[in-house]
C-alpha cells in the first residue's frame, strides 16, 4: 500500500511542489507501491528511488522524470510516456511496457529481467550496461538505441510470453 502522505503531494498534480518536498526531504525514499497512477501527468518530477513496485502507471505522462534507482517491479506502464526520462539502476523486472514512448530515455544500468516491451518506443534509448535478460522486445523500435547484440540475444520474442 503506498504511502498516503506521498500520494497526496503526488496527486497534487504540481511537480515543482513535489521536486521542492524531495530536496527538502533527501533521505526519504517515497513508497508509492501499488498506487493507482494512471493517466496523470507527473513529467519533471523527481521520482528517484521511489518505490513504485506494482504501481498502475498505464498512459502516464512521465516525460523527463527522474527516475534513477526507483523499484519499477511488477509496474503497469503500458502507454506511458517515459521520454527523455533517467531510468539509471531502475529495477523493471516484471514491468509491462507495452506501446509505452521510452525515447531518449536513460536505461543505463537498468535491470529488464522478463519486462514486456513488446511495441515500446526505445529509439535513442541508452540501454548500455541494461540487463535485458527475458525482456520481450518483439515490435520495439530499436532505431539509434545503444543495445549490444548479446543484449538482444538474451531478449525474447513475443512467442515466448506466459
Known amino acids: 500500500m503506498p504511502n498516503q502522505q506521498h500520494m497526496e503531494l503526488l496527486k497534487q498534480g504540481d511537480a515543482n511542489s513535489w521536486n521542492v518536498w524531495r530536496q527538502e526531504q533527501p533521505d526519504i525514499a517515497p513508497d508509492l507501491s501499488q498506487a493507482d497512477l494512471q493517466g496523470l ?8 528511488r521511489a518505490n513504485l513496485s506494482g504501481a498502475d502507471l498505464k498512459g502516464a505522462e512521465l516525460r523527463n522524470v527522474d527516475l534513477r534507482w526507483a523499484n519499477l517491479v511488477g ?10 526520462s533517467n531510468l539509471s539502476g531502475t529495477d523493471l523486472s516484471g514491468a509491462r511496457l507495452h506501446e509505452a514512448n521510452l525515447s531518449n530515455a536513460n536505461l543505463n544500468e537498468a535491470t529488464l529481467l522478463d519486462t514486456n516491451c513488446i511495441d515500446a518506443d526505445l529509439h535513442d ?8 535478460q527475458g525482456a520481450y522486445l518483439g515490435g520495439a523500435n530499436l532505431n539509434g538505441a545503444l543495445i549490444t547484440s548479446q543484449q538482444l540475444n538474451q531478449a525474447r520474442s513475443p512467442d515466448d510470453l506466459p
Open 41 to 48: 501527468s507527473l513529467s519533471g518530477s523527481n521520482l528517484s
Open 75 to 84: 509496474a503497469n506502464l503500458s502507454r506511458a510516456d517515459l521520454s527523455g
Open 125 to 132: 534509448a541508452n540501454l548500455s550496461n541494461a540487463n535485458t
